[in-house]
Structures are given as structure tokens and as C-alpha cells.
């Protein structure tokens, strides 16, 4: 199947710090791919679809500047918490569909602590 | 707008036993498509099922079934002979059919307990 890795796995960091989150399709190009953040025991929260070569949509909520999102080739996209504080402690999931887009392949996740 | 409706926040299956979690959708479309998600402990999302919209015949993937019924919009799984590693959550997702629409719509989840 199809794999999607993160990296990294998890990070902890000071408040006011930037911290960047890649995303990899590792057998597959992806021109989308989605970011999403999970909260202990709730389901996934779509924040924002990155686009390959163009500006990411985010969802309705999501600040654009707080969540800054690359996608520079066809198989990475990063995400960045810029001055991050605790409250952006949180579990974070990429995804990528591959193929005609039927089906969206996870990555294992990153979990942000901030301190 | 869609949305995605998982009523059992958990379910308790014994292990060889057969369980069945229900999902719930609301659209007005037509085509599109209907997954299940597993999330075990280590919470890599892992695919279980996909159903197409069109295709009449319920999907199946060896102890997993679905039962689709799109007149009334419920998408239930079914697990059979259940394994103590079957142990997760599971989510339901809708994704519409056009292109370029691959954004997926999450269920609330359904955490699932398998007792030895």
C-alpha cells in the first residue's frame, strides 16, 4: 500500500519557538495533501489542504499565519507552528490521496508538546 | 453541507465474537465515497474498507464487511470473529466523488474494546 511518513514523530518546545512538520509520500506523487490536528480521544479536525506549487486552503478557524504550510515538490509538504505556546500542544496527522484521490493514505503522526 | 454521524462513542466485543458499528451520513449527492478507518493505540490511521456510492454490492475485506444502505444513509461495519487486535478507534469518513474534492468528513469515532 502506499506510504506516507512524518517527520518528526514527535518534538517537544519552548513557547515562542517555530516548529516544522514534513510530510512524505514515499511511493506516489501527491499534488494535495491534508493536514489535520487530533485531540485526545476526539476525532480529526481538517486545518488545511496544501497544494503543490500554489497557496494552501485552510479551513474556517485555522489562522493562516499561526499554521504556515509548504508544498515545494510533489512528494513533501511541511507545516510550521510558528510561536508556538502550549495551547498548540496537540497530535498532528498528515494525509495524501493517491491515484484518482479515492483514497486518502495517512502518515503516523506527530505530537507537538509545548512548554 | 455533509456530515457524518457516529452514535456509539463505545462498543465491547468478546474475542470471536462478531460486533457491528454504525455510521450515519447526510448528503444530497449522489455519487461518492464511504470509508472506515481503524486507529489503534499507536494512531497511524489504517484504512479497513471503501465503499463507492454506485456500486450496489456491500464491500468486503476478509473479516470486514459493511452494510450500505444509501436510501437510508448508513454505512455500518461489521467485524467478524473479533481479534484482540482489532482493539481501536474506528471512524467513518465521507468523501464526495468530483474531482478535486478529496477532502474527507470524519464520524466522531467509535472506540472498540475486544475482552479476552
Known amino acids: 500500500g502506499a506510504v506516507v511518513s512524518q517527520h518528526p514523530s514527535w518534538v517537544i518546545c519552548k513557547s515562542g519557538t517555530s516548529v516544522k512538520i514534513e510530510c512524505r509520500s514515499l511511493?506516489?506523487?501527491?499534488?494535495?495533501m491534508f493536514w489535520y490536528r487530533q485531540f485526545p480521544k476526539q476525532s480529526l479536525m481538517l486545518m488545511a489542504t496544501?497544494?503543490?506549487?500554489?497557496?494552501?486552503?485552510?479551513e474556517q478557524g485555522v489562522e493562516k499565519d499561526k499554521f504556515l504550510i509548504n508544498h515545494a515538490s510533489l512528494t513533501l509538504s511541511t507545516l510550521t507552528v510558528t510561536s508556538a505556546h502550549p495551547e498548540d500542544s496537540s497530535f498532528y496527522i498528515c494525509?495524501?490521496?493517491?491515484?484518482?484521490?479515492?483514497?486518502?493514505?495517512f502518515g503516523p503522526g506527530t505530537r507537538l508538546l509545548v512548554l | 453541507a455533509q456530515t457524518v454521524t457516529q452514535s456509539q462513542p463505545e462498543m465491547s466485543v468478546q474475542e470471536a465474537e462478531t460486533v457491528t458499528l454504525s455510521c450515519t451520513y447526510d448528503?444530497?449527492?449522489?455519487?461518492?465515497?464511504l470509508f472506515w478507518y481503524k486507529q489503534p493505540p499507536s494512531r497511524q490511521m489504517i484504512l479497513v474498507i471503501r465503499?463507492?456510492?454506485?456500486?450496489?454490492q456491500n464491500a468486503t475485506e476478509n473479516r470486514f464487511s459493511v452494510n450500505f444502505q444509501k436510501a437510508a444513509k448508513s454505512f455500518s461495519l461489521k467485524i467478524s470473529d473479533s481479534q484482540l487486535g482489532d482493539a481501536a478507534m474506528y471512524f467513518c469518513?465521507?468523501?464526495?466523488?468530483?474531482?478535486?474534492?478529496?477532502?474527507?468528513?470524519f464520524g466522531t469515532g467509535t472506540r472498540l474494546k475486544v475482552l479476552a
Open positions: 448528503t444530497s449527492e449522489s455519487d461518492y465515497y
Open positions: 469518513a465521507y468523501r464526495s466523488l468530483g474531482p478535486g474534492t478529496y477532502k474527507y468528513i
Open positions: 511511493d506516489f506523487q501527491a499534488t494535495t
Open positions: 465503499q463507492e456510492a454506485y456500486k450496489q
Open positions: 496544501s497544494n503543490e506549487g500554489s497557496k494552501a486552503t485552510y
Open positions: 494525509s495524501a490521496p493517491r491515484g484518482q484521490g479515492e483514497t486518502q493514505y
